[in-house]
T-cell receptor
């Protein structure tokens, strides 16, 4: 089955700096990669996703890049703000299949004011 | 985006009792619902996958007789923790995946249920 590894487990950045979280996946058939943000005690919320037919996707301060050959994808947050502090999870699955999302272990991002 | 509700948001029960948690998709039809368990500072651990009208598929190590899942309609799935014990205390989160083309892959999460077993 699919296995997703996520690094780092914790990340602290100064407000205004950029943050990068990286994930690798094992199943080359996976082609849908969402990122979720989870604040303490709350539900994971989808913040951005990417499919394997594109290499990069941006939404304001958030971007995701995908390298299919190397089987890794990354989340980039620019101009970080204190409200970006949360746990971020990457995930992978095969689009349109009955397969569930396989989640990474999570990254606790802390943005220091 | 699509909305998933979960009820109750928290529950405290005595050891040996059963607890039912409901997960509803409010504005879309969920062909598949997932139940996760999350311990503090850990990732989401998939417990089972339920498809409307059929039996749930449980992950390895999850006792199907202890965690009963019913997916009676395209908008409702329930998880019943039977004979709960303190080690079952956790944060239980459901998610739903819709069948409209724009939502087929995206999982929308409920707000979670904090279960504490005394």
């Amino acid at each position: 089955g699919e296995n997703v590894e996520q690094h780092p487990s914790t990340l602290s950045v100064q407000e205004g700096d950029s943050a990068v979280i990286k994930c690798t996946y094992s199943d080359s058939a996976s082609n849908y990669f969402p990122w979720y943000k989870q604040e303490l005690g709350k539900r994971p919320q989808l913040i951005i996703d990417i499919r394997s037919n594109v290499g990069e996707k941006k939404d304001q301060r958030i971007a995701v890049t995908l390298n299919k050959t190397a089987k890794h994808f990354s989340l980039h947050i620019t101009e970080t703000q204190p409200e970006d502090s949360a746990v971020y999870f990457c995930a992978a699955t095969l689009s349109g299949s009955a397969r569930q999302l396989t989640f990474g272990s999570g990254t606790q991002l802390t943005v220091l004011p | 985006g699509a909305v998933v509700s979960q009820h109750p948001s928290w529950v405290i029960c005595k050891s040996g009792t059963s607890v039912k948690i409901e997960c509803r998709s409010l504005d879309f039809q969920a062909t598949t619902m997932f139940w996760y368990r999350q311990f503090p500072k850990q990732s989401l651990m998939l417990m089972a996958t339920s498809n409307e009208g059929s039996k749930a598929t449980y992950e390895q190590g999850v006792e199907k007789d202890k965690f009963l899942i019913n997916h009676a309609s395209l908008t409702l799935s329930t998880l019943t923790v039977t004979s709960a014990h303190p080690e079952d205390s956790s944060f239980y989160i459901c998610s739903a995946r819709g069948r409209d083309s724009g939502e087929r892959d995206t999982q929308y999460f409920g707000p979670g249920t904090r279960l504490t077993v005394l």
